[in-house]
């Protein structure tokens, strides 16, 4: 399969975000190694077990580089041009920054030198060389944290690539990262293995029909240029980089007004802050699954290679990413992210006019948009992210969820023999896909046509009137919301139907109306349903409303809190938000998050078919008119 | 640009549904030509103003046949291989069939002969060659209703083609249809009309790129084939169909099922069954702007002919549509459906597994769907009616509105000197465009692998534990409606959050879990917010609900009733339901309603850029395991 498609993948271009021209760029690989070697060559060489964790110089913030040693968080900014370390500061607050790579590798590896893990595997039958363990983060349950730990799950491998399909259910190993050591090693075996019948997702067979999208390279125009991480489409310019911790980042994006015949700033950063992934099972191999995969994982670090004709269509642009790893040293993703036109056959706009006496008069435009995507893989779930620029102005954020489930193994192999509460929906023989939400949050520091904004509620009031045969009709009551407080919201939730926008009262369309973006949900909307006063649900309480809109501050951008690993909800956007500063007429931050509940199905077994949401950004009296008329 | 459009649809094929080979198609022209023979040489030949409003025989009713004729509708049951006319039945009910186009064509054309309504014009300084007038549904106000009428909406042209641009505000010709005459004509002259500038929708200049999919037709391997109305694409087939009602019927539609190596139904029919948009406007000239756009014109006799390579991609077939006139005798709408695969670039599944030591695993498929298209112009609103079916099962229905807006002539020109309520926003110079509502209602009679079902509400519902560090989770507590009440469902809304499923109940898995299919929401969801006793409300009062299920009852279709224009709210869906009868393991229809608050911006002038939304039918147990991936 592999083969076969890197075959159709010749007329791909790769390239390379290699110029620090952009103010919001990420560090180069140049830049990353001169870092690794002021630092190494620094007193903090000394530290015990020198991790980097975060490098990371997109924003100049107190956090330029965060390292761990000797059990300690090291908030360092160093100046690159003097090669000096400006100031080294110890965290001591509570969370963690996420474990490097290096250090959940080497975590995963530990039980297969544990004689007691070899028995407990042996007595059930396995072999040993056939098991892949995964560390999985574990949260934080009111308990006190002095230490970094991980949890293994281990899973047989032994006739199926399809690693999550073979829980071992009931083995459950927690690991102290700091001495690297297995602290507990328990086997409570609830349940057997599941068979490998069934499980491989490999694509098998021929691919019915080969994908003839832009079939041969003169019809191929690209539309569109990039420069660095400068990326320039019809009506569109915008900037991409790329980081550990966020993956893609779009900024300084901004759209060309050919009534004004100039450039117009619409969103400022955009990118995704964090992911919230809780499962629905209380049990003690379970409960401590509730995901912040952003904050402890990293989308930049989980990204893939993106496979040509496979995750993009063959007319794809790739651009590689690149960041530091636990080494300090630059780590390269080939291929992390594809940019592509999408002409998926729909319409831009479109009329038929027949009131014109002896005319039959019709017009229109098929819909042709820019993608930037990229596809983070953090264990078994595949996110496919993509940033959608539409020629009207709208950018159209997509989600998908795809590949393989946490699953639990059961005994079952009937749903009516279960008579107990699974927490799950038996998917598969012995296989219990466990419930789960998935909830995606973009951090949106919109500058609509510059830099200072104010959020507006349009809600739309039924009023009664007697001075007409009609009894009802609704009206727009448009709020501006003054502080943070009145900015939360619950989006499309029809108890108070409304229009969200956000707008710039200080620049009017030529009527007089304010220029503005509306945000609309593209899916069914989800928000947690977790108890408030439940620990995972502290530590994302910003899952509660989709929407929020704070007050831009430099440092405010990771919606569970900078040192997610462990929180206790100390800090995040909940927490910036009940300052309730004032976000009217000011530069302000749109936080929107994407929610998905899941009740798992049989369809989603062995691997997941995706699973589609997003929102979207829509011109709302930014243009004097429909800006794909060309005047 | 239409010129410009033709040449590209060199390879365009078209087909003709002309063969009665299926028991749900509607007539072919013959048949149209043999019942209109019977009746106009049958007694009802001599009835005044003799016009047919129904001819379609897709399903055998008691309305095999409507006509009008001496003020009467008359219901005719006719036997078309003996020429008989077994029953004519004259109905005597609320409401009237739709206008045919002919009464509506002459109904515009009254005031041209009016010397009141040229000296009014000329008054107003306006050239009555350049005027165009669109008759208009006037909806029920409590009011007794005795005969049929319209209102005629007057709009200048001198100097534009976008009719719609430039109404003739406060001119309000009131029509009896039944005498074709005119009943009254005001002219409040409210504003004066708009001016042309910038009104123009027509595409001007060249078109940037051109659109390259797929170019060239040895790449193009159409993966479907259609014989009569009968199409075959990957694993699915489906039959289409269309009529001067609905436009595009589905029906028979079945999936493969390579596990068990049969096709399954999903679907025996499903269509647009009613589509309401109120305008939010109580003033003399707006109030009654509540159109129920299919019984009052019908989505059959509104389809346009498509543009190729501007609605379908250059990859599409197209297909005709057939229907009656209102002399009887057949029409035909050239190209009325495309059908064509789409390459949007997205991804149907994918996982990348670096679990397995020493390999990294990438596997996944593109996704190509199979589009079923068909656009309806109703006046000023252009809607993009999309059935998508996927691999996967799935079935999305989209739903785009583009055209122009219905506007009101204001003399405001700056949003500021506005202090009252203009029911709407200034969207252009002296232009409101109105406040209003589109619900788009399907008819989905699914039958999930056979013909009994039951409906579903998979509510997640929170709980407490005290048995672990957790502190709360949701699990799914599965509700079968009983009871047509039980059904109607805002759905979307987080109050209670749930998936809502048709489900098989005598259909297992091998697993043991009951066969179904997911209705899910594919846009911010929208009910109606008018007050209940509002007339409109009552005529449309199943917009309160996105969700019903009602037992199967073949007279059962149309969600205002059968009789839409100037109806009194006592047929039609929530009637039906308030029957309350079982639609446990029955032949049920679910009733989904696609919702969108229109508050209108500048961009939606002149013409307005495609605003999407839909639903879709997702496999939950349908099948075994992910039929993506072939065994």
């Known amino acids: 399969m592999v083969t076969m498609i890197m075959v159709l993948v010749i007329t791909c271009q790769f390239l390379l975000i290699n110029s620090q021209n952009h103010p919001l760029d990420p560090l180069n690989p140049n830049e990353i190694t001169q870092i690794q070697h002021i630092i190494t060559t620094s007193h903090l060489a000394s530290l015990p077990h020198l991790n980097f964790h975060f490098v990371d110089l997109d924003e100049p913030d107190k956090n330029d580089v965060v390292v761990r040693g000797g059990g300690q968080t090291h908030e360092i900014i160093v100046e690159l041009t003097t090669g000096y370390i400006v100031s080294d500061h110890v965290y001591e607050g509570d969370g963690y920054p996420p474990n490097t790579f290096s250090e959940l590798l080497q975590a995963a590896r530990l039980p297969f030198n544990s004689s007691r893990f070899k028995d407990l595997v042996l007595r059930r039958g396995l072999n040993v060389s056939e098991i892949t363990c995964f560390p999985f ?103 991409i980089g790329f980081n550990a911790r966020a993956g893609v980042i779009i900024s300084t994006a901004s759209i060309f007004d050919g009534g004004k015949n100039e450039w117009r700033r619409v969103m400022y950063r955009g990118h995704v802050s964090e992911t919230f992934v809780p499962y629905m099972d209380p049990t003690s191999d379970w409960y401590y699954r509730t995901f912040l995969d952003v904050g402890e994982f990293g989308f930049g670090r989980s990204a893939v290679t993106l496979v040509g004709s496979m995750d993009c269509p063959s007319n794809a642009v790739y651009v590689d990413g690149h960041m530091a790893g636990a080494d300090g040293l630059p780590q390269e993703v080939p291929k992390a992210i594809c940019i592509f036109e999408r002409y998926a056959g729909d319409i831009a706009w479109r009329h038929t006019e027949v009131g014109v006496p002896g005319k039959v008069i019709t017009s229109g435009e098929p819909e042709v948009n820019l993608v930037v995507r990229m596809v983070a893989t953090v264990g078994n779930y595949d996110y496919i992210l993509d940033w959608e620029f539409k020629q009207s102005g709208a950018i159209k954020v997509g989600v998908g969820l795809t590949g393989v489930l946490e699953m639990k193994a059961t005994t079952y192999t009937k749903a009516d023999q279960m008579k107990e509460n699974i927490y799950g929906a038996l998917i598969a023989d012995n296989r219990i896909g466990n419930n789960h939400d ?64 956000v707008v710039n009262p200080n620049k009017k369309t030529k009527l007089g109306n ?42 405010e951008r990771w919606a569970a809190g900078f040192y997610a690993d462990r929180s206790t ?63």
């Open 438 to 501: 998935h909830f995606i949050t973009y951090y949106l520091d919109l500058d609509i046509d510059g830099n200072d904004n104010s959020f507006v509620k349009a809600k739309l009031k039924v009023e009664r009137t007697k001075t007409s045969p009609r009894k009802s009709y609704w009206r727009v009551i448009k709020e501006t919301a003054k502080t943070e407080d009145k900015a939360r919201q619950r989006h499309g939730v029809e108890v108070e139907a409304s229009e969200l926008l």
């Open 569 to 631: 909800g100390k800090d995040g956007l909940a927490i910036w938000s009940h300052r309730n500063r004032s976000i009217m007429n000011k530069d302000i931050v749109l936080w929107y998050t994407v929610g998905f509940h899941h009740h798992p199905s049989q369809e989603d077994f062995p691997v997941m078919p995706t699973l589609a949401s997003g929102f979207e950004l829509r011109p709302a009296n930014f243009f004097e008119r429909n800006p794909l008329l060309k005047t």
């Open 137 to 239: 983060t574990i949260g934080w349950f009111g308990e006190s944290t002095t230490r970094r730990a991980v949890r293994l799950s281990c899973f047989y491998r032994n006739g199926t690539t399809n690693v999550f399909a073979r829980p071992i259910e009931g083995l459950s190993i927690l690991v102290d990262i700091e001495s690297m050591k297995i602290h507990t090693l328990v086997d409570r075996n609830t349940s057997p293995v599941p068979g490998s019948e069934g499980t491989d997702f490999q694509f098998s067979g021929e691919r019915p029909n080969p994908i003839p999208i832009p079939c041969d390279e003169e019809n191929v125009k690209r539309g569109f240029s990039i420069n660095g991480g400068d990326v320039k489409w019809k009506n569109w310019r915008f900037h």
């Open 514 to 555: 304010n220029v503005g973006y509306r945000v609309m949900a593209g899916g069914q909307p989800a928000v947690s349903l977790l108890a408030d006063d439940d620990y995972p649900q502290i530590r994302a309480s910003y899952t509660k409303y989709q929407v929020w809109v704070t007050a831009y501050n430099k440092s």
